[in-house]
């Protein structure tokens, strides 16, 4: 079965803080997407990832970087955690190209910012 | 940029009941996609329908492109139905998914 993995489920952090969140798919596939779900605001996009060590920024990625090392893995780094940061983090990968076929999601990481 | 509107944005119904969740969208796309989030918060895909119908159990879809809107029906509805049902479009300018905010499904036993 195709999996999008990330690492933690729940993760609780000091303001302050450097956050990494990691993300692994089994897919192959060459698109990676970080978004965050927030009551009311639907998901919005922070950064994604077309190719290896290649990044675009998506709609809201002040606060956040990435790094895409591997085809496989897409970490996104909260440098300094603050508190409206506290969020649903969620990691996707799809096929390349047009239309963005086979979005695939993780479980999201859950993160509160203390 | 692209609007994309989901309604409506809440639906309480009794197990067995059918339903139809709609998503209009303010301009032409090339890609349309229905997702559920289940109350875990795991996205899943229900369907990839940029035009035409498609149907998957108890889940159909319909989109009228021309009209610009999208139509998910669920039928015999089930207490695992319950969700947030999220519409996401792109188009030729700008080919990442835009969000609805999402139909919130409860299905009461």
């Known amino acids: 079965d195709v999996k999008v993995t990330q690492s933690s489920r729940y993760l609780v952090k000091r303001t302050g803080e450097k956050v990494f969140l990691e993300c692994v798919q089994d897919?192959?596939?060459?698109?990676m997407f970080w978004y965050r779900q927030d009551p009311g605001l639907g998901l919005r996009l922070i950064y994604f990832?077309?190719?290896?060590?290649?990044?675009e920024k998506g709609d809201i990625p002040e606060g956040y970087s990435v790094s895409r090392e591997k085809k496989e893995r897409f970490s996104l780094i909260l440098e300094s955690a603050s508190t409206n940061q506290t969020s649903m983090y969620l990691c996707?990968?799809?096929?390349?190209?047009?239309?963005?076929?086979?979005?695939?999601f993780g479980s999201g990481t859950r993160l509160t910012v203390v | 940029g692209i609007q994309v509107e989901q309604s409506p944005p809440d639906l309480i119904l009794q197990e067995g009941a059918n339903s139809t969740l709609r998503c209009n969208f303010s301009?032409?796309?090339?890609?349309l996609q229905w997702f559920h989030q289940n109350p875990w918060g795991q996205l899943i895909n229900l369907f990839y329908?940029?035009?035409?119908?498609k149907q998957n159990g108890r889940l159909s879809a319909t989109t009228v492109a021309t009209e610009r809107y999208s139509l998910l029906y669920i039928s015999s509805s089930q207490t695992t139905d319950s969700g947030v049902y999220f519409c996401?479009?792109?188009?030729?300018?700008?080919?990442?998914?835009?969000w609805g905010a999402g139909t919130k499904l409860i299905i009461k036993p």
């Open positions: 329908i940029p035009s035409g119908t």
């Open positions: 301009d032409s796309v090339n890609n």
């Open positions: 897919m192959d596939h060459e698109n």
């Open positions: 996401a479009v792109s188009t030729d300018s700008n080919y990442q998914l835009i």
């Open positions: 996707a990968s799809s096929l390349p190209g047009l239309p963005n076929y086979g979005y695939t």
């Open positions: 990832s077309y190719d290896v060590k290649m990044k």
